[in-house]
């Protein structure tokens, strides 16, 4: 009974790391550059999953043979590799909270405990490019941008420069009636490490936005000030609704 139940979890752990991947929702939690690992770990947990189902249909067989002293010393090797009840709750509960809380990336919430880069990038998992970004302006995201930001030695440079960027709303006390912030979450490893960057962004209808709401921002970026600090702000000429990302991360360079 137990190995079967184990066979059971193995597998059915398996699987639903194997379901992260197909449907894309892997990427909420770590780097696209482990998910080959995550495969890997699937495939295996399956492989090892059937072969305790094997060997469980073998000890059935044993039983049902009638081969005592066989399956008492068969039975003894395997208590001797087992895990208690207590590991498989373990084993059993990624699959559990899987299934009960249902997949998404982090966002405005998960800010409040995190100290948030704006207008630079100042972070520990920010990349330690010395270059300015060389792609055109409305293909930059907010990563591109900050670091553009960090380089360069006059904010007043940006004045007028086009810029076409997605994330998701955050506001907080510092911000005016008619100013939020376009985030993104960038990310090295894993979403435990992942660093809140984003844009601020002036636009009069800012009040008609929902925190967490993903949009697309279409404006220019002019000479401004934030939080008493100098800074490139994106006035924006067009708000949209979006859908999130099929990766809602950034990652460094």
Same mark, same amino acid.
């Given at each position: 009974?137990?190995?079967?139940?184990?066979?059971? !979890?193995?597998?059915?752990?398996?699987?639903?790391?194997?379901?992260?991947?197909?449907?894309?929702?892997?990427?909420?939690?770590? +780097?696209?550059?482990?998910?080959?690992?995550?495969?890997?770990?699937?495939? &295996?947990?399956?492989?090892?999953?059937? +072969?305790?189902?094997?060997?469980?249909?073998?000890?059935?067989?044993?039983?049902?043979? &009638? $081969? $005592?002293?066989?399956?008492?010393?068969?039975?003894?090797?395997?208590?001797? &590799?087992?895990?208690?009840?207590?590991?498989?709750? @373990?084993?059993?509960?990624? !699959?559990?909270?899987?299934?009960?809380?249902?997949?998404?990336?982090?966002?405005?919430?998960?800010?409040?405990? *995190?100290?948030?880069?704006?207008?630079?990038?100042?972070?520990?998992?920010?990349?330690?490019?010395?270059? %300015?970004?060389?792609?055109?302006?409305?293909?930059?995201?907010?990563?591109?941008?900050?670091?553009?930001?960090?380089?360069?030695?006059?904010?007043?440079?940006?004045?007028?420069?086009?810029?076409?960027? %997605?994330?998701?709303?955050?506001?907080?006390?510092?911000?005016?009636?008619?100013?939020?912030? @376009?985030? *993104?979450?960038?990310?090295?490893?894993?979403?435990?490490?992942?660093?809140?960057?984003?844009? @601020? !962004?002036?636009?009069?209808?800012?009040?008609?936005?929902?925190? $967490?709401?993903? !949009?697309?921002?279409?404006?220019?970026?002019?000479? &401004?000030?934030?939080?008493?600090? #100098?800074? #490139?702000?994106?006035?924006?000429?067009?708000?949209?609704?979006?859908? @999130?990302?099929?990766? #809602?991360?950034?990652?460094?360079?």
């Amino acid at each position: 009974m137990k190995s079967s139940f184990k066979a059971l !979890v193995l597998i059915a752990l398996g699987l639903f790391l194997y379901s992260r991947i197909y449907n894309g929702t892997l990427l909420y939690y770590i +780097s696209e550059r482990f998910a080959w690992l995550t495969l890997f770990a699937a495939i &295996g947990f399956i492989i090892v999953g059937a +072969s305790y189902r094997y060997r469980a249909a073998q000890t059935h067989q044993h039983e049902h043979d &009638g $081969d $005592d002293e066989h399956h008492q010393h068969d039975h003894a090797g395997h208590q001797h &590799g087992n895990f208690g009840w207590g590991a498989l709750l @373990v084993v059993a509960l990624p !699959v559990i909270l899987g299934l009960l809380i249902p997949p998404k990336p982090l966002g405005a919430a998960a800010m409040s405990n *995190r100290e948030i880069s704006v207008g630079s990038v100042n972070s520990a998992t920010a990349p330690k490019t010395t270059q %300015i970004i060389s792609r055109p302006t409305t293909e930059k995201n907010v990563l591109d941008w900050l670091i553009d930001f960090r380089l360069a030695q006059d904010p007043a440079a940006f004045a007028d420069q086009e810029a076409k960027v %997605i994330g998701f709303v955050y506001r907080d006390e510092r911000f005016g009636m008619d100013q939020f912030m @376009v985030s *993104r979450f960038v990310l090295s490893c894993c979403a435990a490490d992942a660093a809140p960057l984003g844009l @601020v !962004v002036k636009w009069p209808e800012t009040n008609n936005l929902s925190s $967490d709401q993903w !949009v697309e921002v279409s404006g220019r970026l002019q000479p &401004g000030e934030f939080d008493g600090e #100098p800074m #490139p702000i994106l006035i924006a000429e067009k708000v949209t609704s979006t859908d @999130v990302p099929d990766q #809602p991360y950034l990652y460094p360079y």
